[in-house]
């Protein structure tokens, strides 16, 4: 923020003028607020009755996170998504049975935009027990959904009232790999490419990455997948992300602690390895699984989680290859960083420490990617989902 605009504020308090008479006073106070925070909401592993979906308010330019409100939303929902409005909220229930069948749920809310309070839509089935991660394609006419524990995958459609209709298209994968946690397939991610030609299915159990051809008229998706990627035995692949030119792609291994950079043919729905670099410390031995990763908004850093290491490992991307190399390790202050965000600015990150309860947030250089700590510690049941977005709230 530049001092002019604060000098802009604090003048309109000494003079005492209402907003209202001053549209354009009120306008760049807006503005400037709307630089200033971001609404995050945050997912965590709860029981069915306790308060599981948390609203905080963040400053981008100290990292404190205000607490705005929280929603009891259902047992576990451990990753949610929003439309780009923020009119609706599309969250997984990683339980393991729904109605009887060993399956969890998939739930849409409607978004209160003078609360940021959450209101039950209705509730699916997500056609297999442990979902853990949900997205929505990019014309939002369907979820997209992928079950942990049951392997398998799903498609529900967005209708009008931005309720979600039964799955549309499922797949059970098949398949194991040599770690032991690879007995049998594991669907931990599945999430639009960037031209909405394909969603790309991540399995950890199988060690590969699914590309399906997508049907957004329809809500589903064809069955007929390729093989878009397969990481190298006991990678153990859990979420990828896309650079910001959709040419390059970040896909992190859960159990061999690696991250692999990806070249991208969006005709095909394939990638070509680049490089695989470890996502731990030379030298360390300790247990320790990788959970999320991002890119920064600029593009010039790539940033993982190391569950165990409790670390946030940061990388510099070459800007001409796509390549890594690494720049720092940075403690999360807490243990298992299951899930971390840059605000959209990528002034501050935040990071979930699933397994000592609380929020973490940090400056991000943006000229060498490295992360300090602000010093903000936030408390709160198991966090292991968090996503911000512009703040709506007039306050």
């Known amino acids: 923020m530049s001092h ?11 003079t005492g003028l209402g907003l209202a008479t001053l549209p354009f006073a009120a306008q760049a106070a807006a503005l400037a607020r709307k630089e200033q925070t971001y609404l995050v909401y945050v997912g965590t592993f709860a029981q069915p009755d306790a308060e599981s979906i948390f609203l905080y308010r963040l400053d981008a330019t100290t990292g404190t996170l205000t607490r705005v409100g929280a ?54 089935s997500s056609f297999g027990p442990g979902p853990c991660y949900i997205s929505l394609d990019h014309t939002n006419k369907e979820v997209l959904v992928a ?27 098949t398949g194991s790999g040599p770690h032991k946690n690879q007995n049998v397939p594991h669907a931990h991610c599945f999430f ?17 990455v699914l590309a399906y051809p997508l049907d957004p008229a329809n809500g589903k998706f064809s069955t007929n997948a390729t093989t878009a990627f397969t990481t190298a035995p ?19 291994n859960e159990l061999n602690s690696t991250v692999t950079a990806l ?25 320790s699984y ?31 290859s796509g390549k890594l190399t690494l720049v720092q390790h940075a403690d999360t202050q807490g243990k298992y960083p299951r899930n971390f965000t840059l605000d959209p600015s990528g002034r501050i990150a935040l990071v979930g420490n699933q397994n000592t309860n609380n929020i973490t947030t940090y400056r991000v250089d943006s000229q060498t990617g490295k992360l300090t700590p602000t010093g903000v510690n936030v408390e709160l049941p198991a966090p292991v989902c968090l996503k911000v977005i512009p703040d709506f709230l007039v306050s």
């Open 147 to 173: 079950n942990y524990a049951g392997g398998s995958i799903c498609a529900l459609p967005v209708q009008a009232n931005g309720q979600l209709g039964a799955p549309s298209a499922t797949v059970q994968h």
């Open 192 to 208: 639009a490419d960037p031209n909405n030609k394909f969603g790309l299915a991540v399995d950890l159990g199988i060690d590969k």
């Open 4 to 14: 002019h605009s604060h000098s802009r504020r604090s003048f309109l308090k000494i």
């Open 290 to 320: 990788c959970a999320d990763i991002h890119v920064s908004p600029n593009g010039k850093f790539l940033y993982g989680s190391n569950r165990g290491h409790n670390s946030i490992v940061v990388y510099a991307i070459d800007q001409r």
């Open 263 to 287: 070249a991208y043919d969006a005709t095909k729905g394939t990638f070509v390895e680049l490089q695989t670099l470890s996502a731990l410390p030379a030298g360390y031995t300790g247990e």
């Open 71 to 124: 929603t009891k939303a259902g047992a576990n929902p451990t990753y949610f998504t929003l439309d780009p409005k923020q009119q609706f909220l599309y969250t997984v229930n990683e339980t393991n049975e729904y109605k009887g069948d060993k399956s969890g749920s998939v739930r849409a809310y409607a978004i209160n935009k003078k609360t940021g309070g959450l209101t039950l839509l209705n509730e699916q």
């Open 234 to 252: 006991g990678a153990g692949p859990r979420h990828l992300t896309f650079h910001s030119n959709n040419r390059w792609a970040y896909l992190i």
